[in-house]
């Protein structure tokens, strides 16, 4: 039987290893960007951002002729939207922006046909997948006649090409045959096991999942001011608490980043405010954590001053959301970068993830730990933790917020914040 062919809407961190992958396993794939760099970069059969595995997939798929680029959608059987979903930020809760994922809907609209299946993958506010539909109607598209459904992503960066695999799919219809279709669709690349249920429910799912780390980060992060002013090590702390059989702390760091945890949760409190005290607080708990950082450094850097009369040197080491990745999005690394930079400070950043980054002029890590008088690491990059593992940190001169320094020997930790 013919593989169908799947026009995939945005090449980004999910559109562009979702299309990849099922370009490798047999199907003719339409990816599409607004980016005409994006375009001609995948064209080429190259990539854009820094995945594991993934430049091989692209490589293959693009050489192969199964995965070609376009700047708009192209005709296809089944059509993904993997679009962007911000929130728009201002006084009172954040609210979130659909307005990419509805763009994308309208950007299709003339090209879908009966029988088609329309999966929205952007993590969404509950109703969204129906105000996809609403949008297909009002352009003239029979509804009833095409299958639409949420199936939210739920992978690491940096093991994505494993994990969409791997990992379990929740997918949820506007109806039950939506659901079937669209789950049959999915079975089709995915080892693990794909589970139905409605779209308002599958949406729900996605924003609990991450608000749930949110909230468990965040318990980690105040628990690292209260060691801080103590004078405890966070880490160890964690580290014995966590051999409690039926404890499992995560680990603080510079803040909380990335295009979900840091997201989705304000989309559960704006719509529901009343009822989300706790989740609203984890966010704002970890927000403050970066604000926090950015005193500790100015403080120590402001220490330098008054010893030796001159303008200190700040090295910043890292700026992506986690370690081992190039995605800024959200990243509170870039925000204490940031920060520093607009005190009078002569701030040095390192993140050997980018080759260039538009706020900053970026520097080695060996001239960083060479010239600074103040180094922060403020994401766990390999690099540093096999600088710090080979004695090359001052520790004079260290400000560890992610708990490199304390991964020297460390074996015990159960489980680590993203």
């Not at 939506?178 to 089709?188: E, L, P």
Request: proline share 5%; glycine share 6%; with cysteine.
């Amino acid at each position: 039987m013919r593989k169908k062919t799947v026009c995939v809407v945005g090449l980004g961190y999910i559109g562009l290893p979702t299309a990849a992958l099922l370009a490798g396993k047999g199907y003719q794939v339409v990816g599409v960007d607004l980016n005409d760099r994006v375009v001609e970069t995948i064209n080429r059969g190259e990539i854009h951002i820094v995945e594991p595995d993934l430049a091989a997939y692209v490589r293959s798929a693009v050489t192969a002729g199964k995965l070609k680029a376009h700047a708009k959608p192209q005709e296809a059987d089944i059509y993904m939207i993997c679009v962007p979903t911000p929130f728009r930020a201002g006084q009172g809760i954040p609210q979130p922006d659909i307005d990419y994922v509805l763009a994308a809907t309208q950007s299709i609209a003339a090209l879908v046909r009966p029988g088609n299946l329309v999966i929205l993958e952007s993590t969404s506010p509950v109703g969204t997948t129906q105000k996809v539909a609403n949008v297909l109607r009002q352009a003239g598209v029979d509804v009833d006649a095409i299958h639409v459904a949420y199936c939210p992503e739920r992978v690491l960066p940096g093991k994505i090409m494993t994990e969409l695999v791997e990992n379990d799919r929740v997918v949820g219809g506007l109806t039950v045959q939506g659901t079937r279709a669209v789950s049959a669709f999915y079975r089709t690349f995915v080892r693990g096991e794909v589970l139905e249920t409605d779209a308002a429910t599958a949406e729900m799912c996605k924003l609990t999942e991450n608000s749930y780390r949110d909230v468990n980060i965040a318990f980690a992060n105040e628990l690292s001011l209260v060691c801080a002013r103590s004078g405890i090590d966070v880490w160890r702390l964690i580290q014995l608490a966590n051999r409690h059989p039926r404890v499992n702390i995560l680990q603080p760091g510079t803040g909380v980043g990335g295009h979900c945890i840091a997201v989705d949760p304000w989309f559960i409190v704006a719509s529901d405010p009343e009822n989300t005290p706790l989740i609203r607080t984890a966010r704002e708990v970890n927000n403050r954590k970066a604000a926090w950082v950015i005193e500790q450094i100015a403080a120590a850097a402001r220490d330098v001053t008054e010893r030796t009369g001159r303008r200190p040197k700040v090295a910043c080491l890292g700026l992506a959301f986690k370690p081992d990745i190039d995605d800024l999005r959200e990243s509170p690394a870039v925000q204490v970068a940031s920060a520093l930079q607009k005190m009078d400070f002569d701030v040095l950043v390192v993140e050997p993830n980018i080759e260039s980054h538009g706020l900053f002029a970026l520097t080695s890590l060996a001239d960083a730990l060479q010239q600074a008088d103040v180094v922060a690491i403020l994401v766990k990059h390999a690099e540093f933790v096999r600088s710090a593992s080979a004695g090359e940190l001052d520790a004079e001169k260290v400000r560890d917020f992610c708990g490199v320094k304390f991964d020297r020997g460390s074996a015990l930790r159960k489980a680590n914040a993203s």
